[in-house]
């Protein structure tokens, strides 16, 4: 019992679904699911959407959203890929400091982008969805301008990141699962998150705990920001190409993601595990619609599968919090601030 009340219900839930649609489609189709082939795939286009995912939950944690994580992503793309095209390949050392550079660059355009998201909220006071939805379409905007709304091709600088394997797992996917690892770290076990819970789950509270509310958003933005350039830098060498349409469905594949996984839109609650659990969750879902219906109505269903699926999860942590009491799986389930970390903050001063 009391090993059970320490997990949250979501992530065993979400751990199950993983454990059950893998093992069904094995079944059904283990010549071509359980193949490396498809494996590898499935790994590889859940990177991107992962990481976006990971950059809207950590916002959620706060109570906020950060709609403009995709555009990001594209602008950090367009700007690196115009860098790479003007300073030329290079040969020897150049090349890699030409490399060097262009991830610097991304980076940097990535946590400006957080940074300025942060900006209009602290400062100027917009609502985060608001603020987002309009840098969403600024960032959008000013990619279009850089490229004439044309895409730009041929930029195989991050090829061998893209499409390159470590233990014949693909590079992206253990990118996003070290993000996913670092920012659970960095929530879990370190005083910033504890404070970024405490914000999200009560305000008051935090502000009267001692969290500059204004450090913590600008903290929290940038590192959303940070985490949509290293998607771009990884779409970018997965595709080798680079525009400002690109994965426009994301944001809200993103969203879904971040509640399916248990993170909750109001803030406070939920773990990063969980979030990673559910981008794998929705890609064997797709995956296995695919295989199972190869038709152009294959995508409707995947889409009507992801919508059941979240219900479903939804329904069933609702279950377990009455059959929990006590939070598990509620609205107080997933991580939040322990009571050894907020004894030791009790009387700070700022975040």
């Known amino acids: 019992m009391r090993i059970l009340r320490s997990f949250d219900s979501r992530v065993i839930i979400l751990a199950v679904a993983v454990v059950a649609i893998g093992s069904t489609l094995g079944l059904l189709r283990p010549d071509v699911f359980l193949s490396a082939l498809n494996i590898n795939s499935m790994l590889l286009q859940s990177s991107v959407i992962g990481i976006l995912a990971l950059a809207v939950a950590m916002t959620m944690l706060t109570g906020g959203i950060d709609l403009s994580v995709n555009a990001t992503a594209n602008l950090t793309s367009i700007v690196v890929a115009m860098y790479l095209t003007a300073a030329g390949a290079g040969e020897g050392g150049g090349a890699l400091l030409v490399t060097i550079y262009a991830v610097l660059i991304g980076l940097s355009v990535g946590v400006g982008c957080g940074l300025f998201n942060g900006f209009l909220i602290v400062i100027l006071g917009y609502s985060p969805i608001l603020a987002t939805l309009g840098t969403m379409t600024l960032y959008a905007g000013i990619g279009t301008v850089l490229t004439g709304g044309n895409t730009l091709f041929g930029i195989d600088t991050f090829a061998a990141i893209g499409r390159g394997s470590l233990l014949g797992v693909p590079l992206p996917a253990i990118i996003f699962l070290l993000a996913a690892l670092v920012l659970s770290l960095i929530l879990e076990a370190r005083r910033f998150g504890f404070f970024v819970y405490l914000f999200g789950a009560n305000q008051s509270a935090a502000i009267f705990s001692g969290v500059d509310p204004r450090r913590l958003i600008l903290g929290?933005?940038?590192?959303?920001?940070?985490?949509?350039?290293?998607?771009?830098?990884?779409?970018?060498?997965?595709?080798?190409?680079?525009?400002?349409?690109f994965g426009s469905s994301y944001v809200l594949l993103a969203i879904l993601v971040?509640?399916?996984?248990?993170?909750?839109?109001?803030?406070?609650?939920?773990?990063?595990?969980?979030?990673?659990?559910?981008?794998?969750?929705?890609?064997?879902?797709?995956?296995?619609?695919?295989?199972?219906?190869?038709?152009?109505?294959?995508?409707?269903?995947?889409?009507f599968a992801w919508g059941g699926t979240l219900l479903l999860v939804l329904a069933a942590g609702k279950f377990s919090s009455r059959a929990w009491p006590g939070g598990f799986g509620g609205r107080k389930s997933g991580r939040g601030p322990d009571k050894t970390l907020q004894a030791e903050t009790a009387g700070t001063t700022g975040a």
Request: charge should be negative.
């Open 220 to 245: 929290v933005y940038c590192g959303s920001g940070l985490l949509g350039a290293i998607a771009g830098l990884i779409n970018l060498g997965v595709t080798n190409s680079a525009n400002v349409d």
């Open 258 to 303: 971040s509640v399916l996984g248990g993170i909750s839109p109001d803030g406070g609650a939920g773990r990063m595990v969980g979030v990673v659990l559910a981008v794998f969750v929705l890609q064997l879902l797709s995956t296995g619609l695919n295989l199972m219906f190869q038709s152009s109505g294959s995508n409707f269903l995947k889409e």
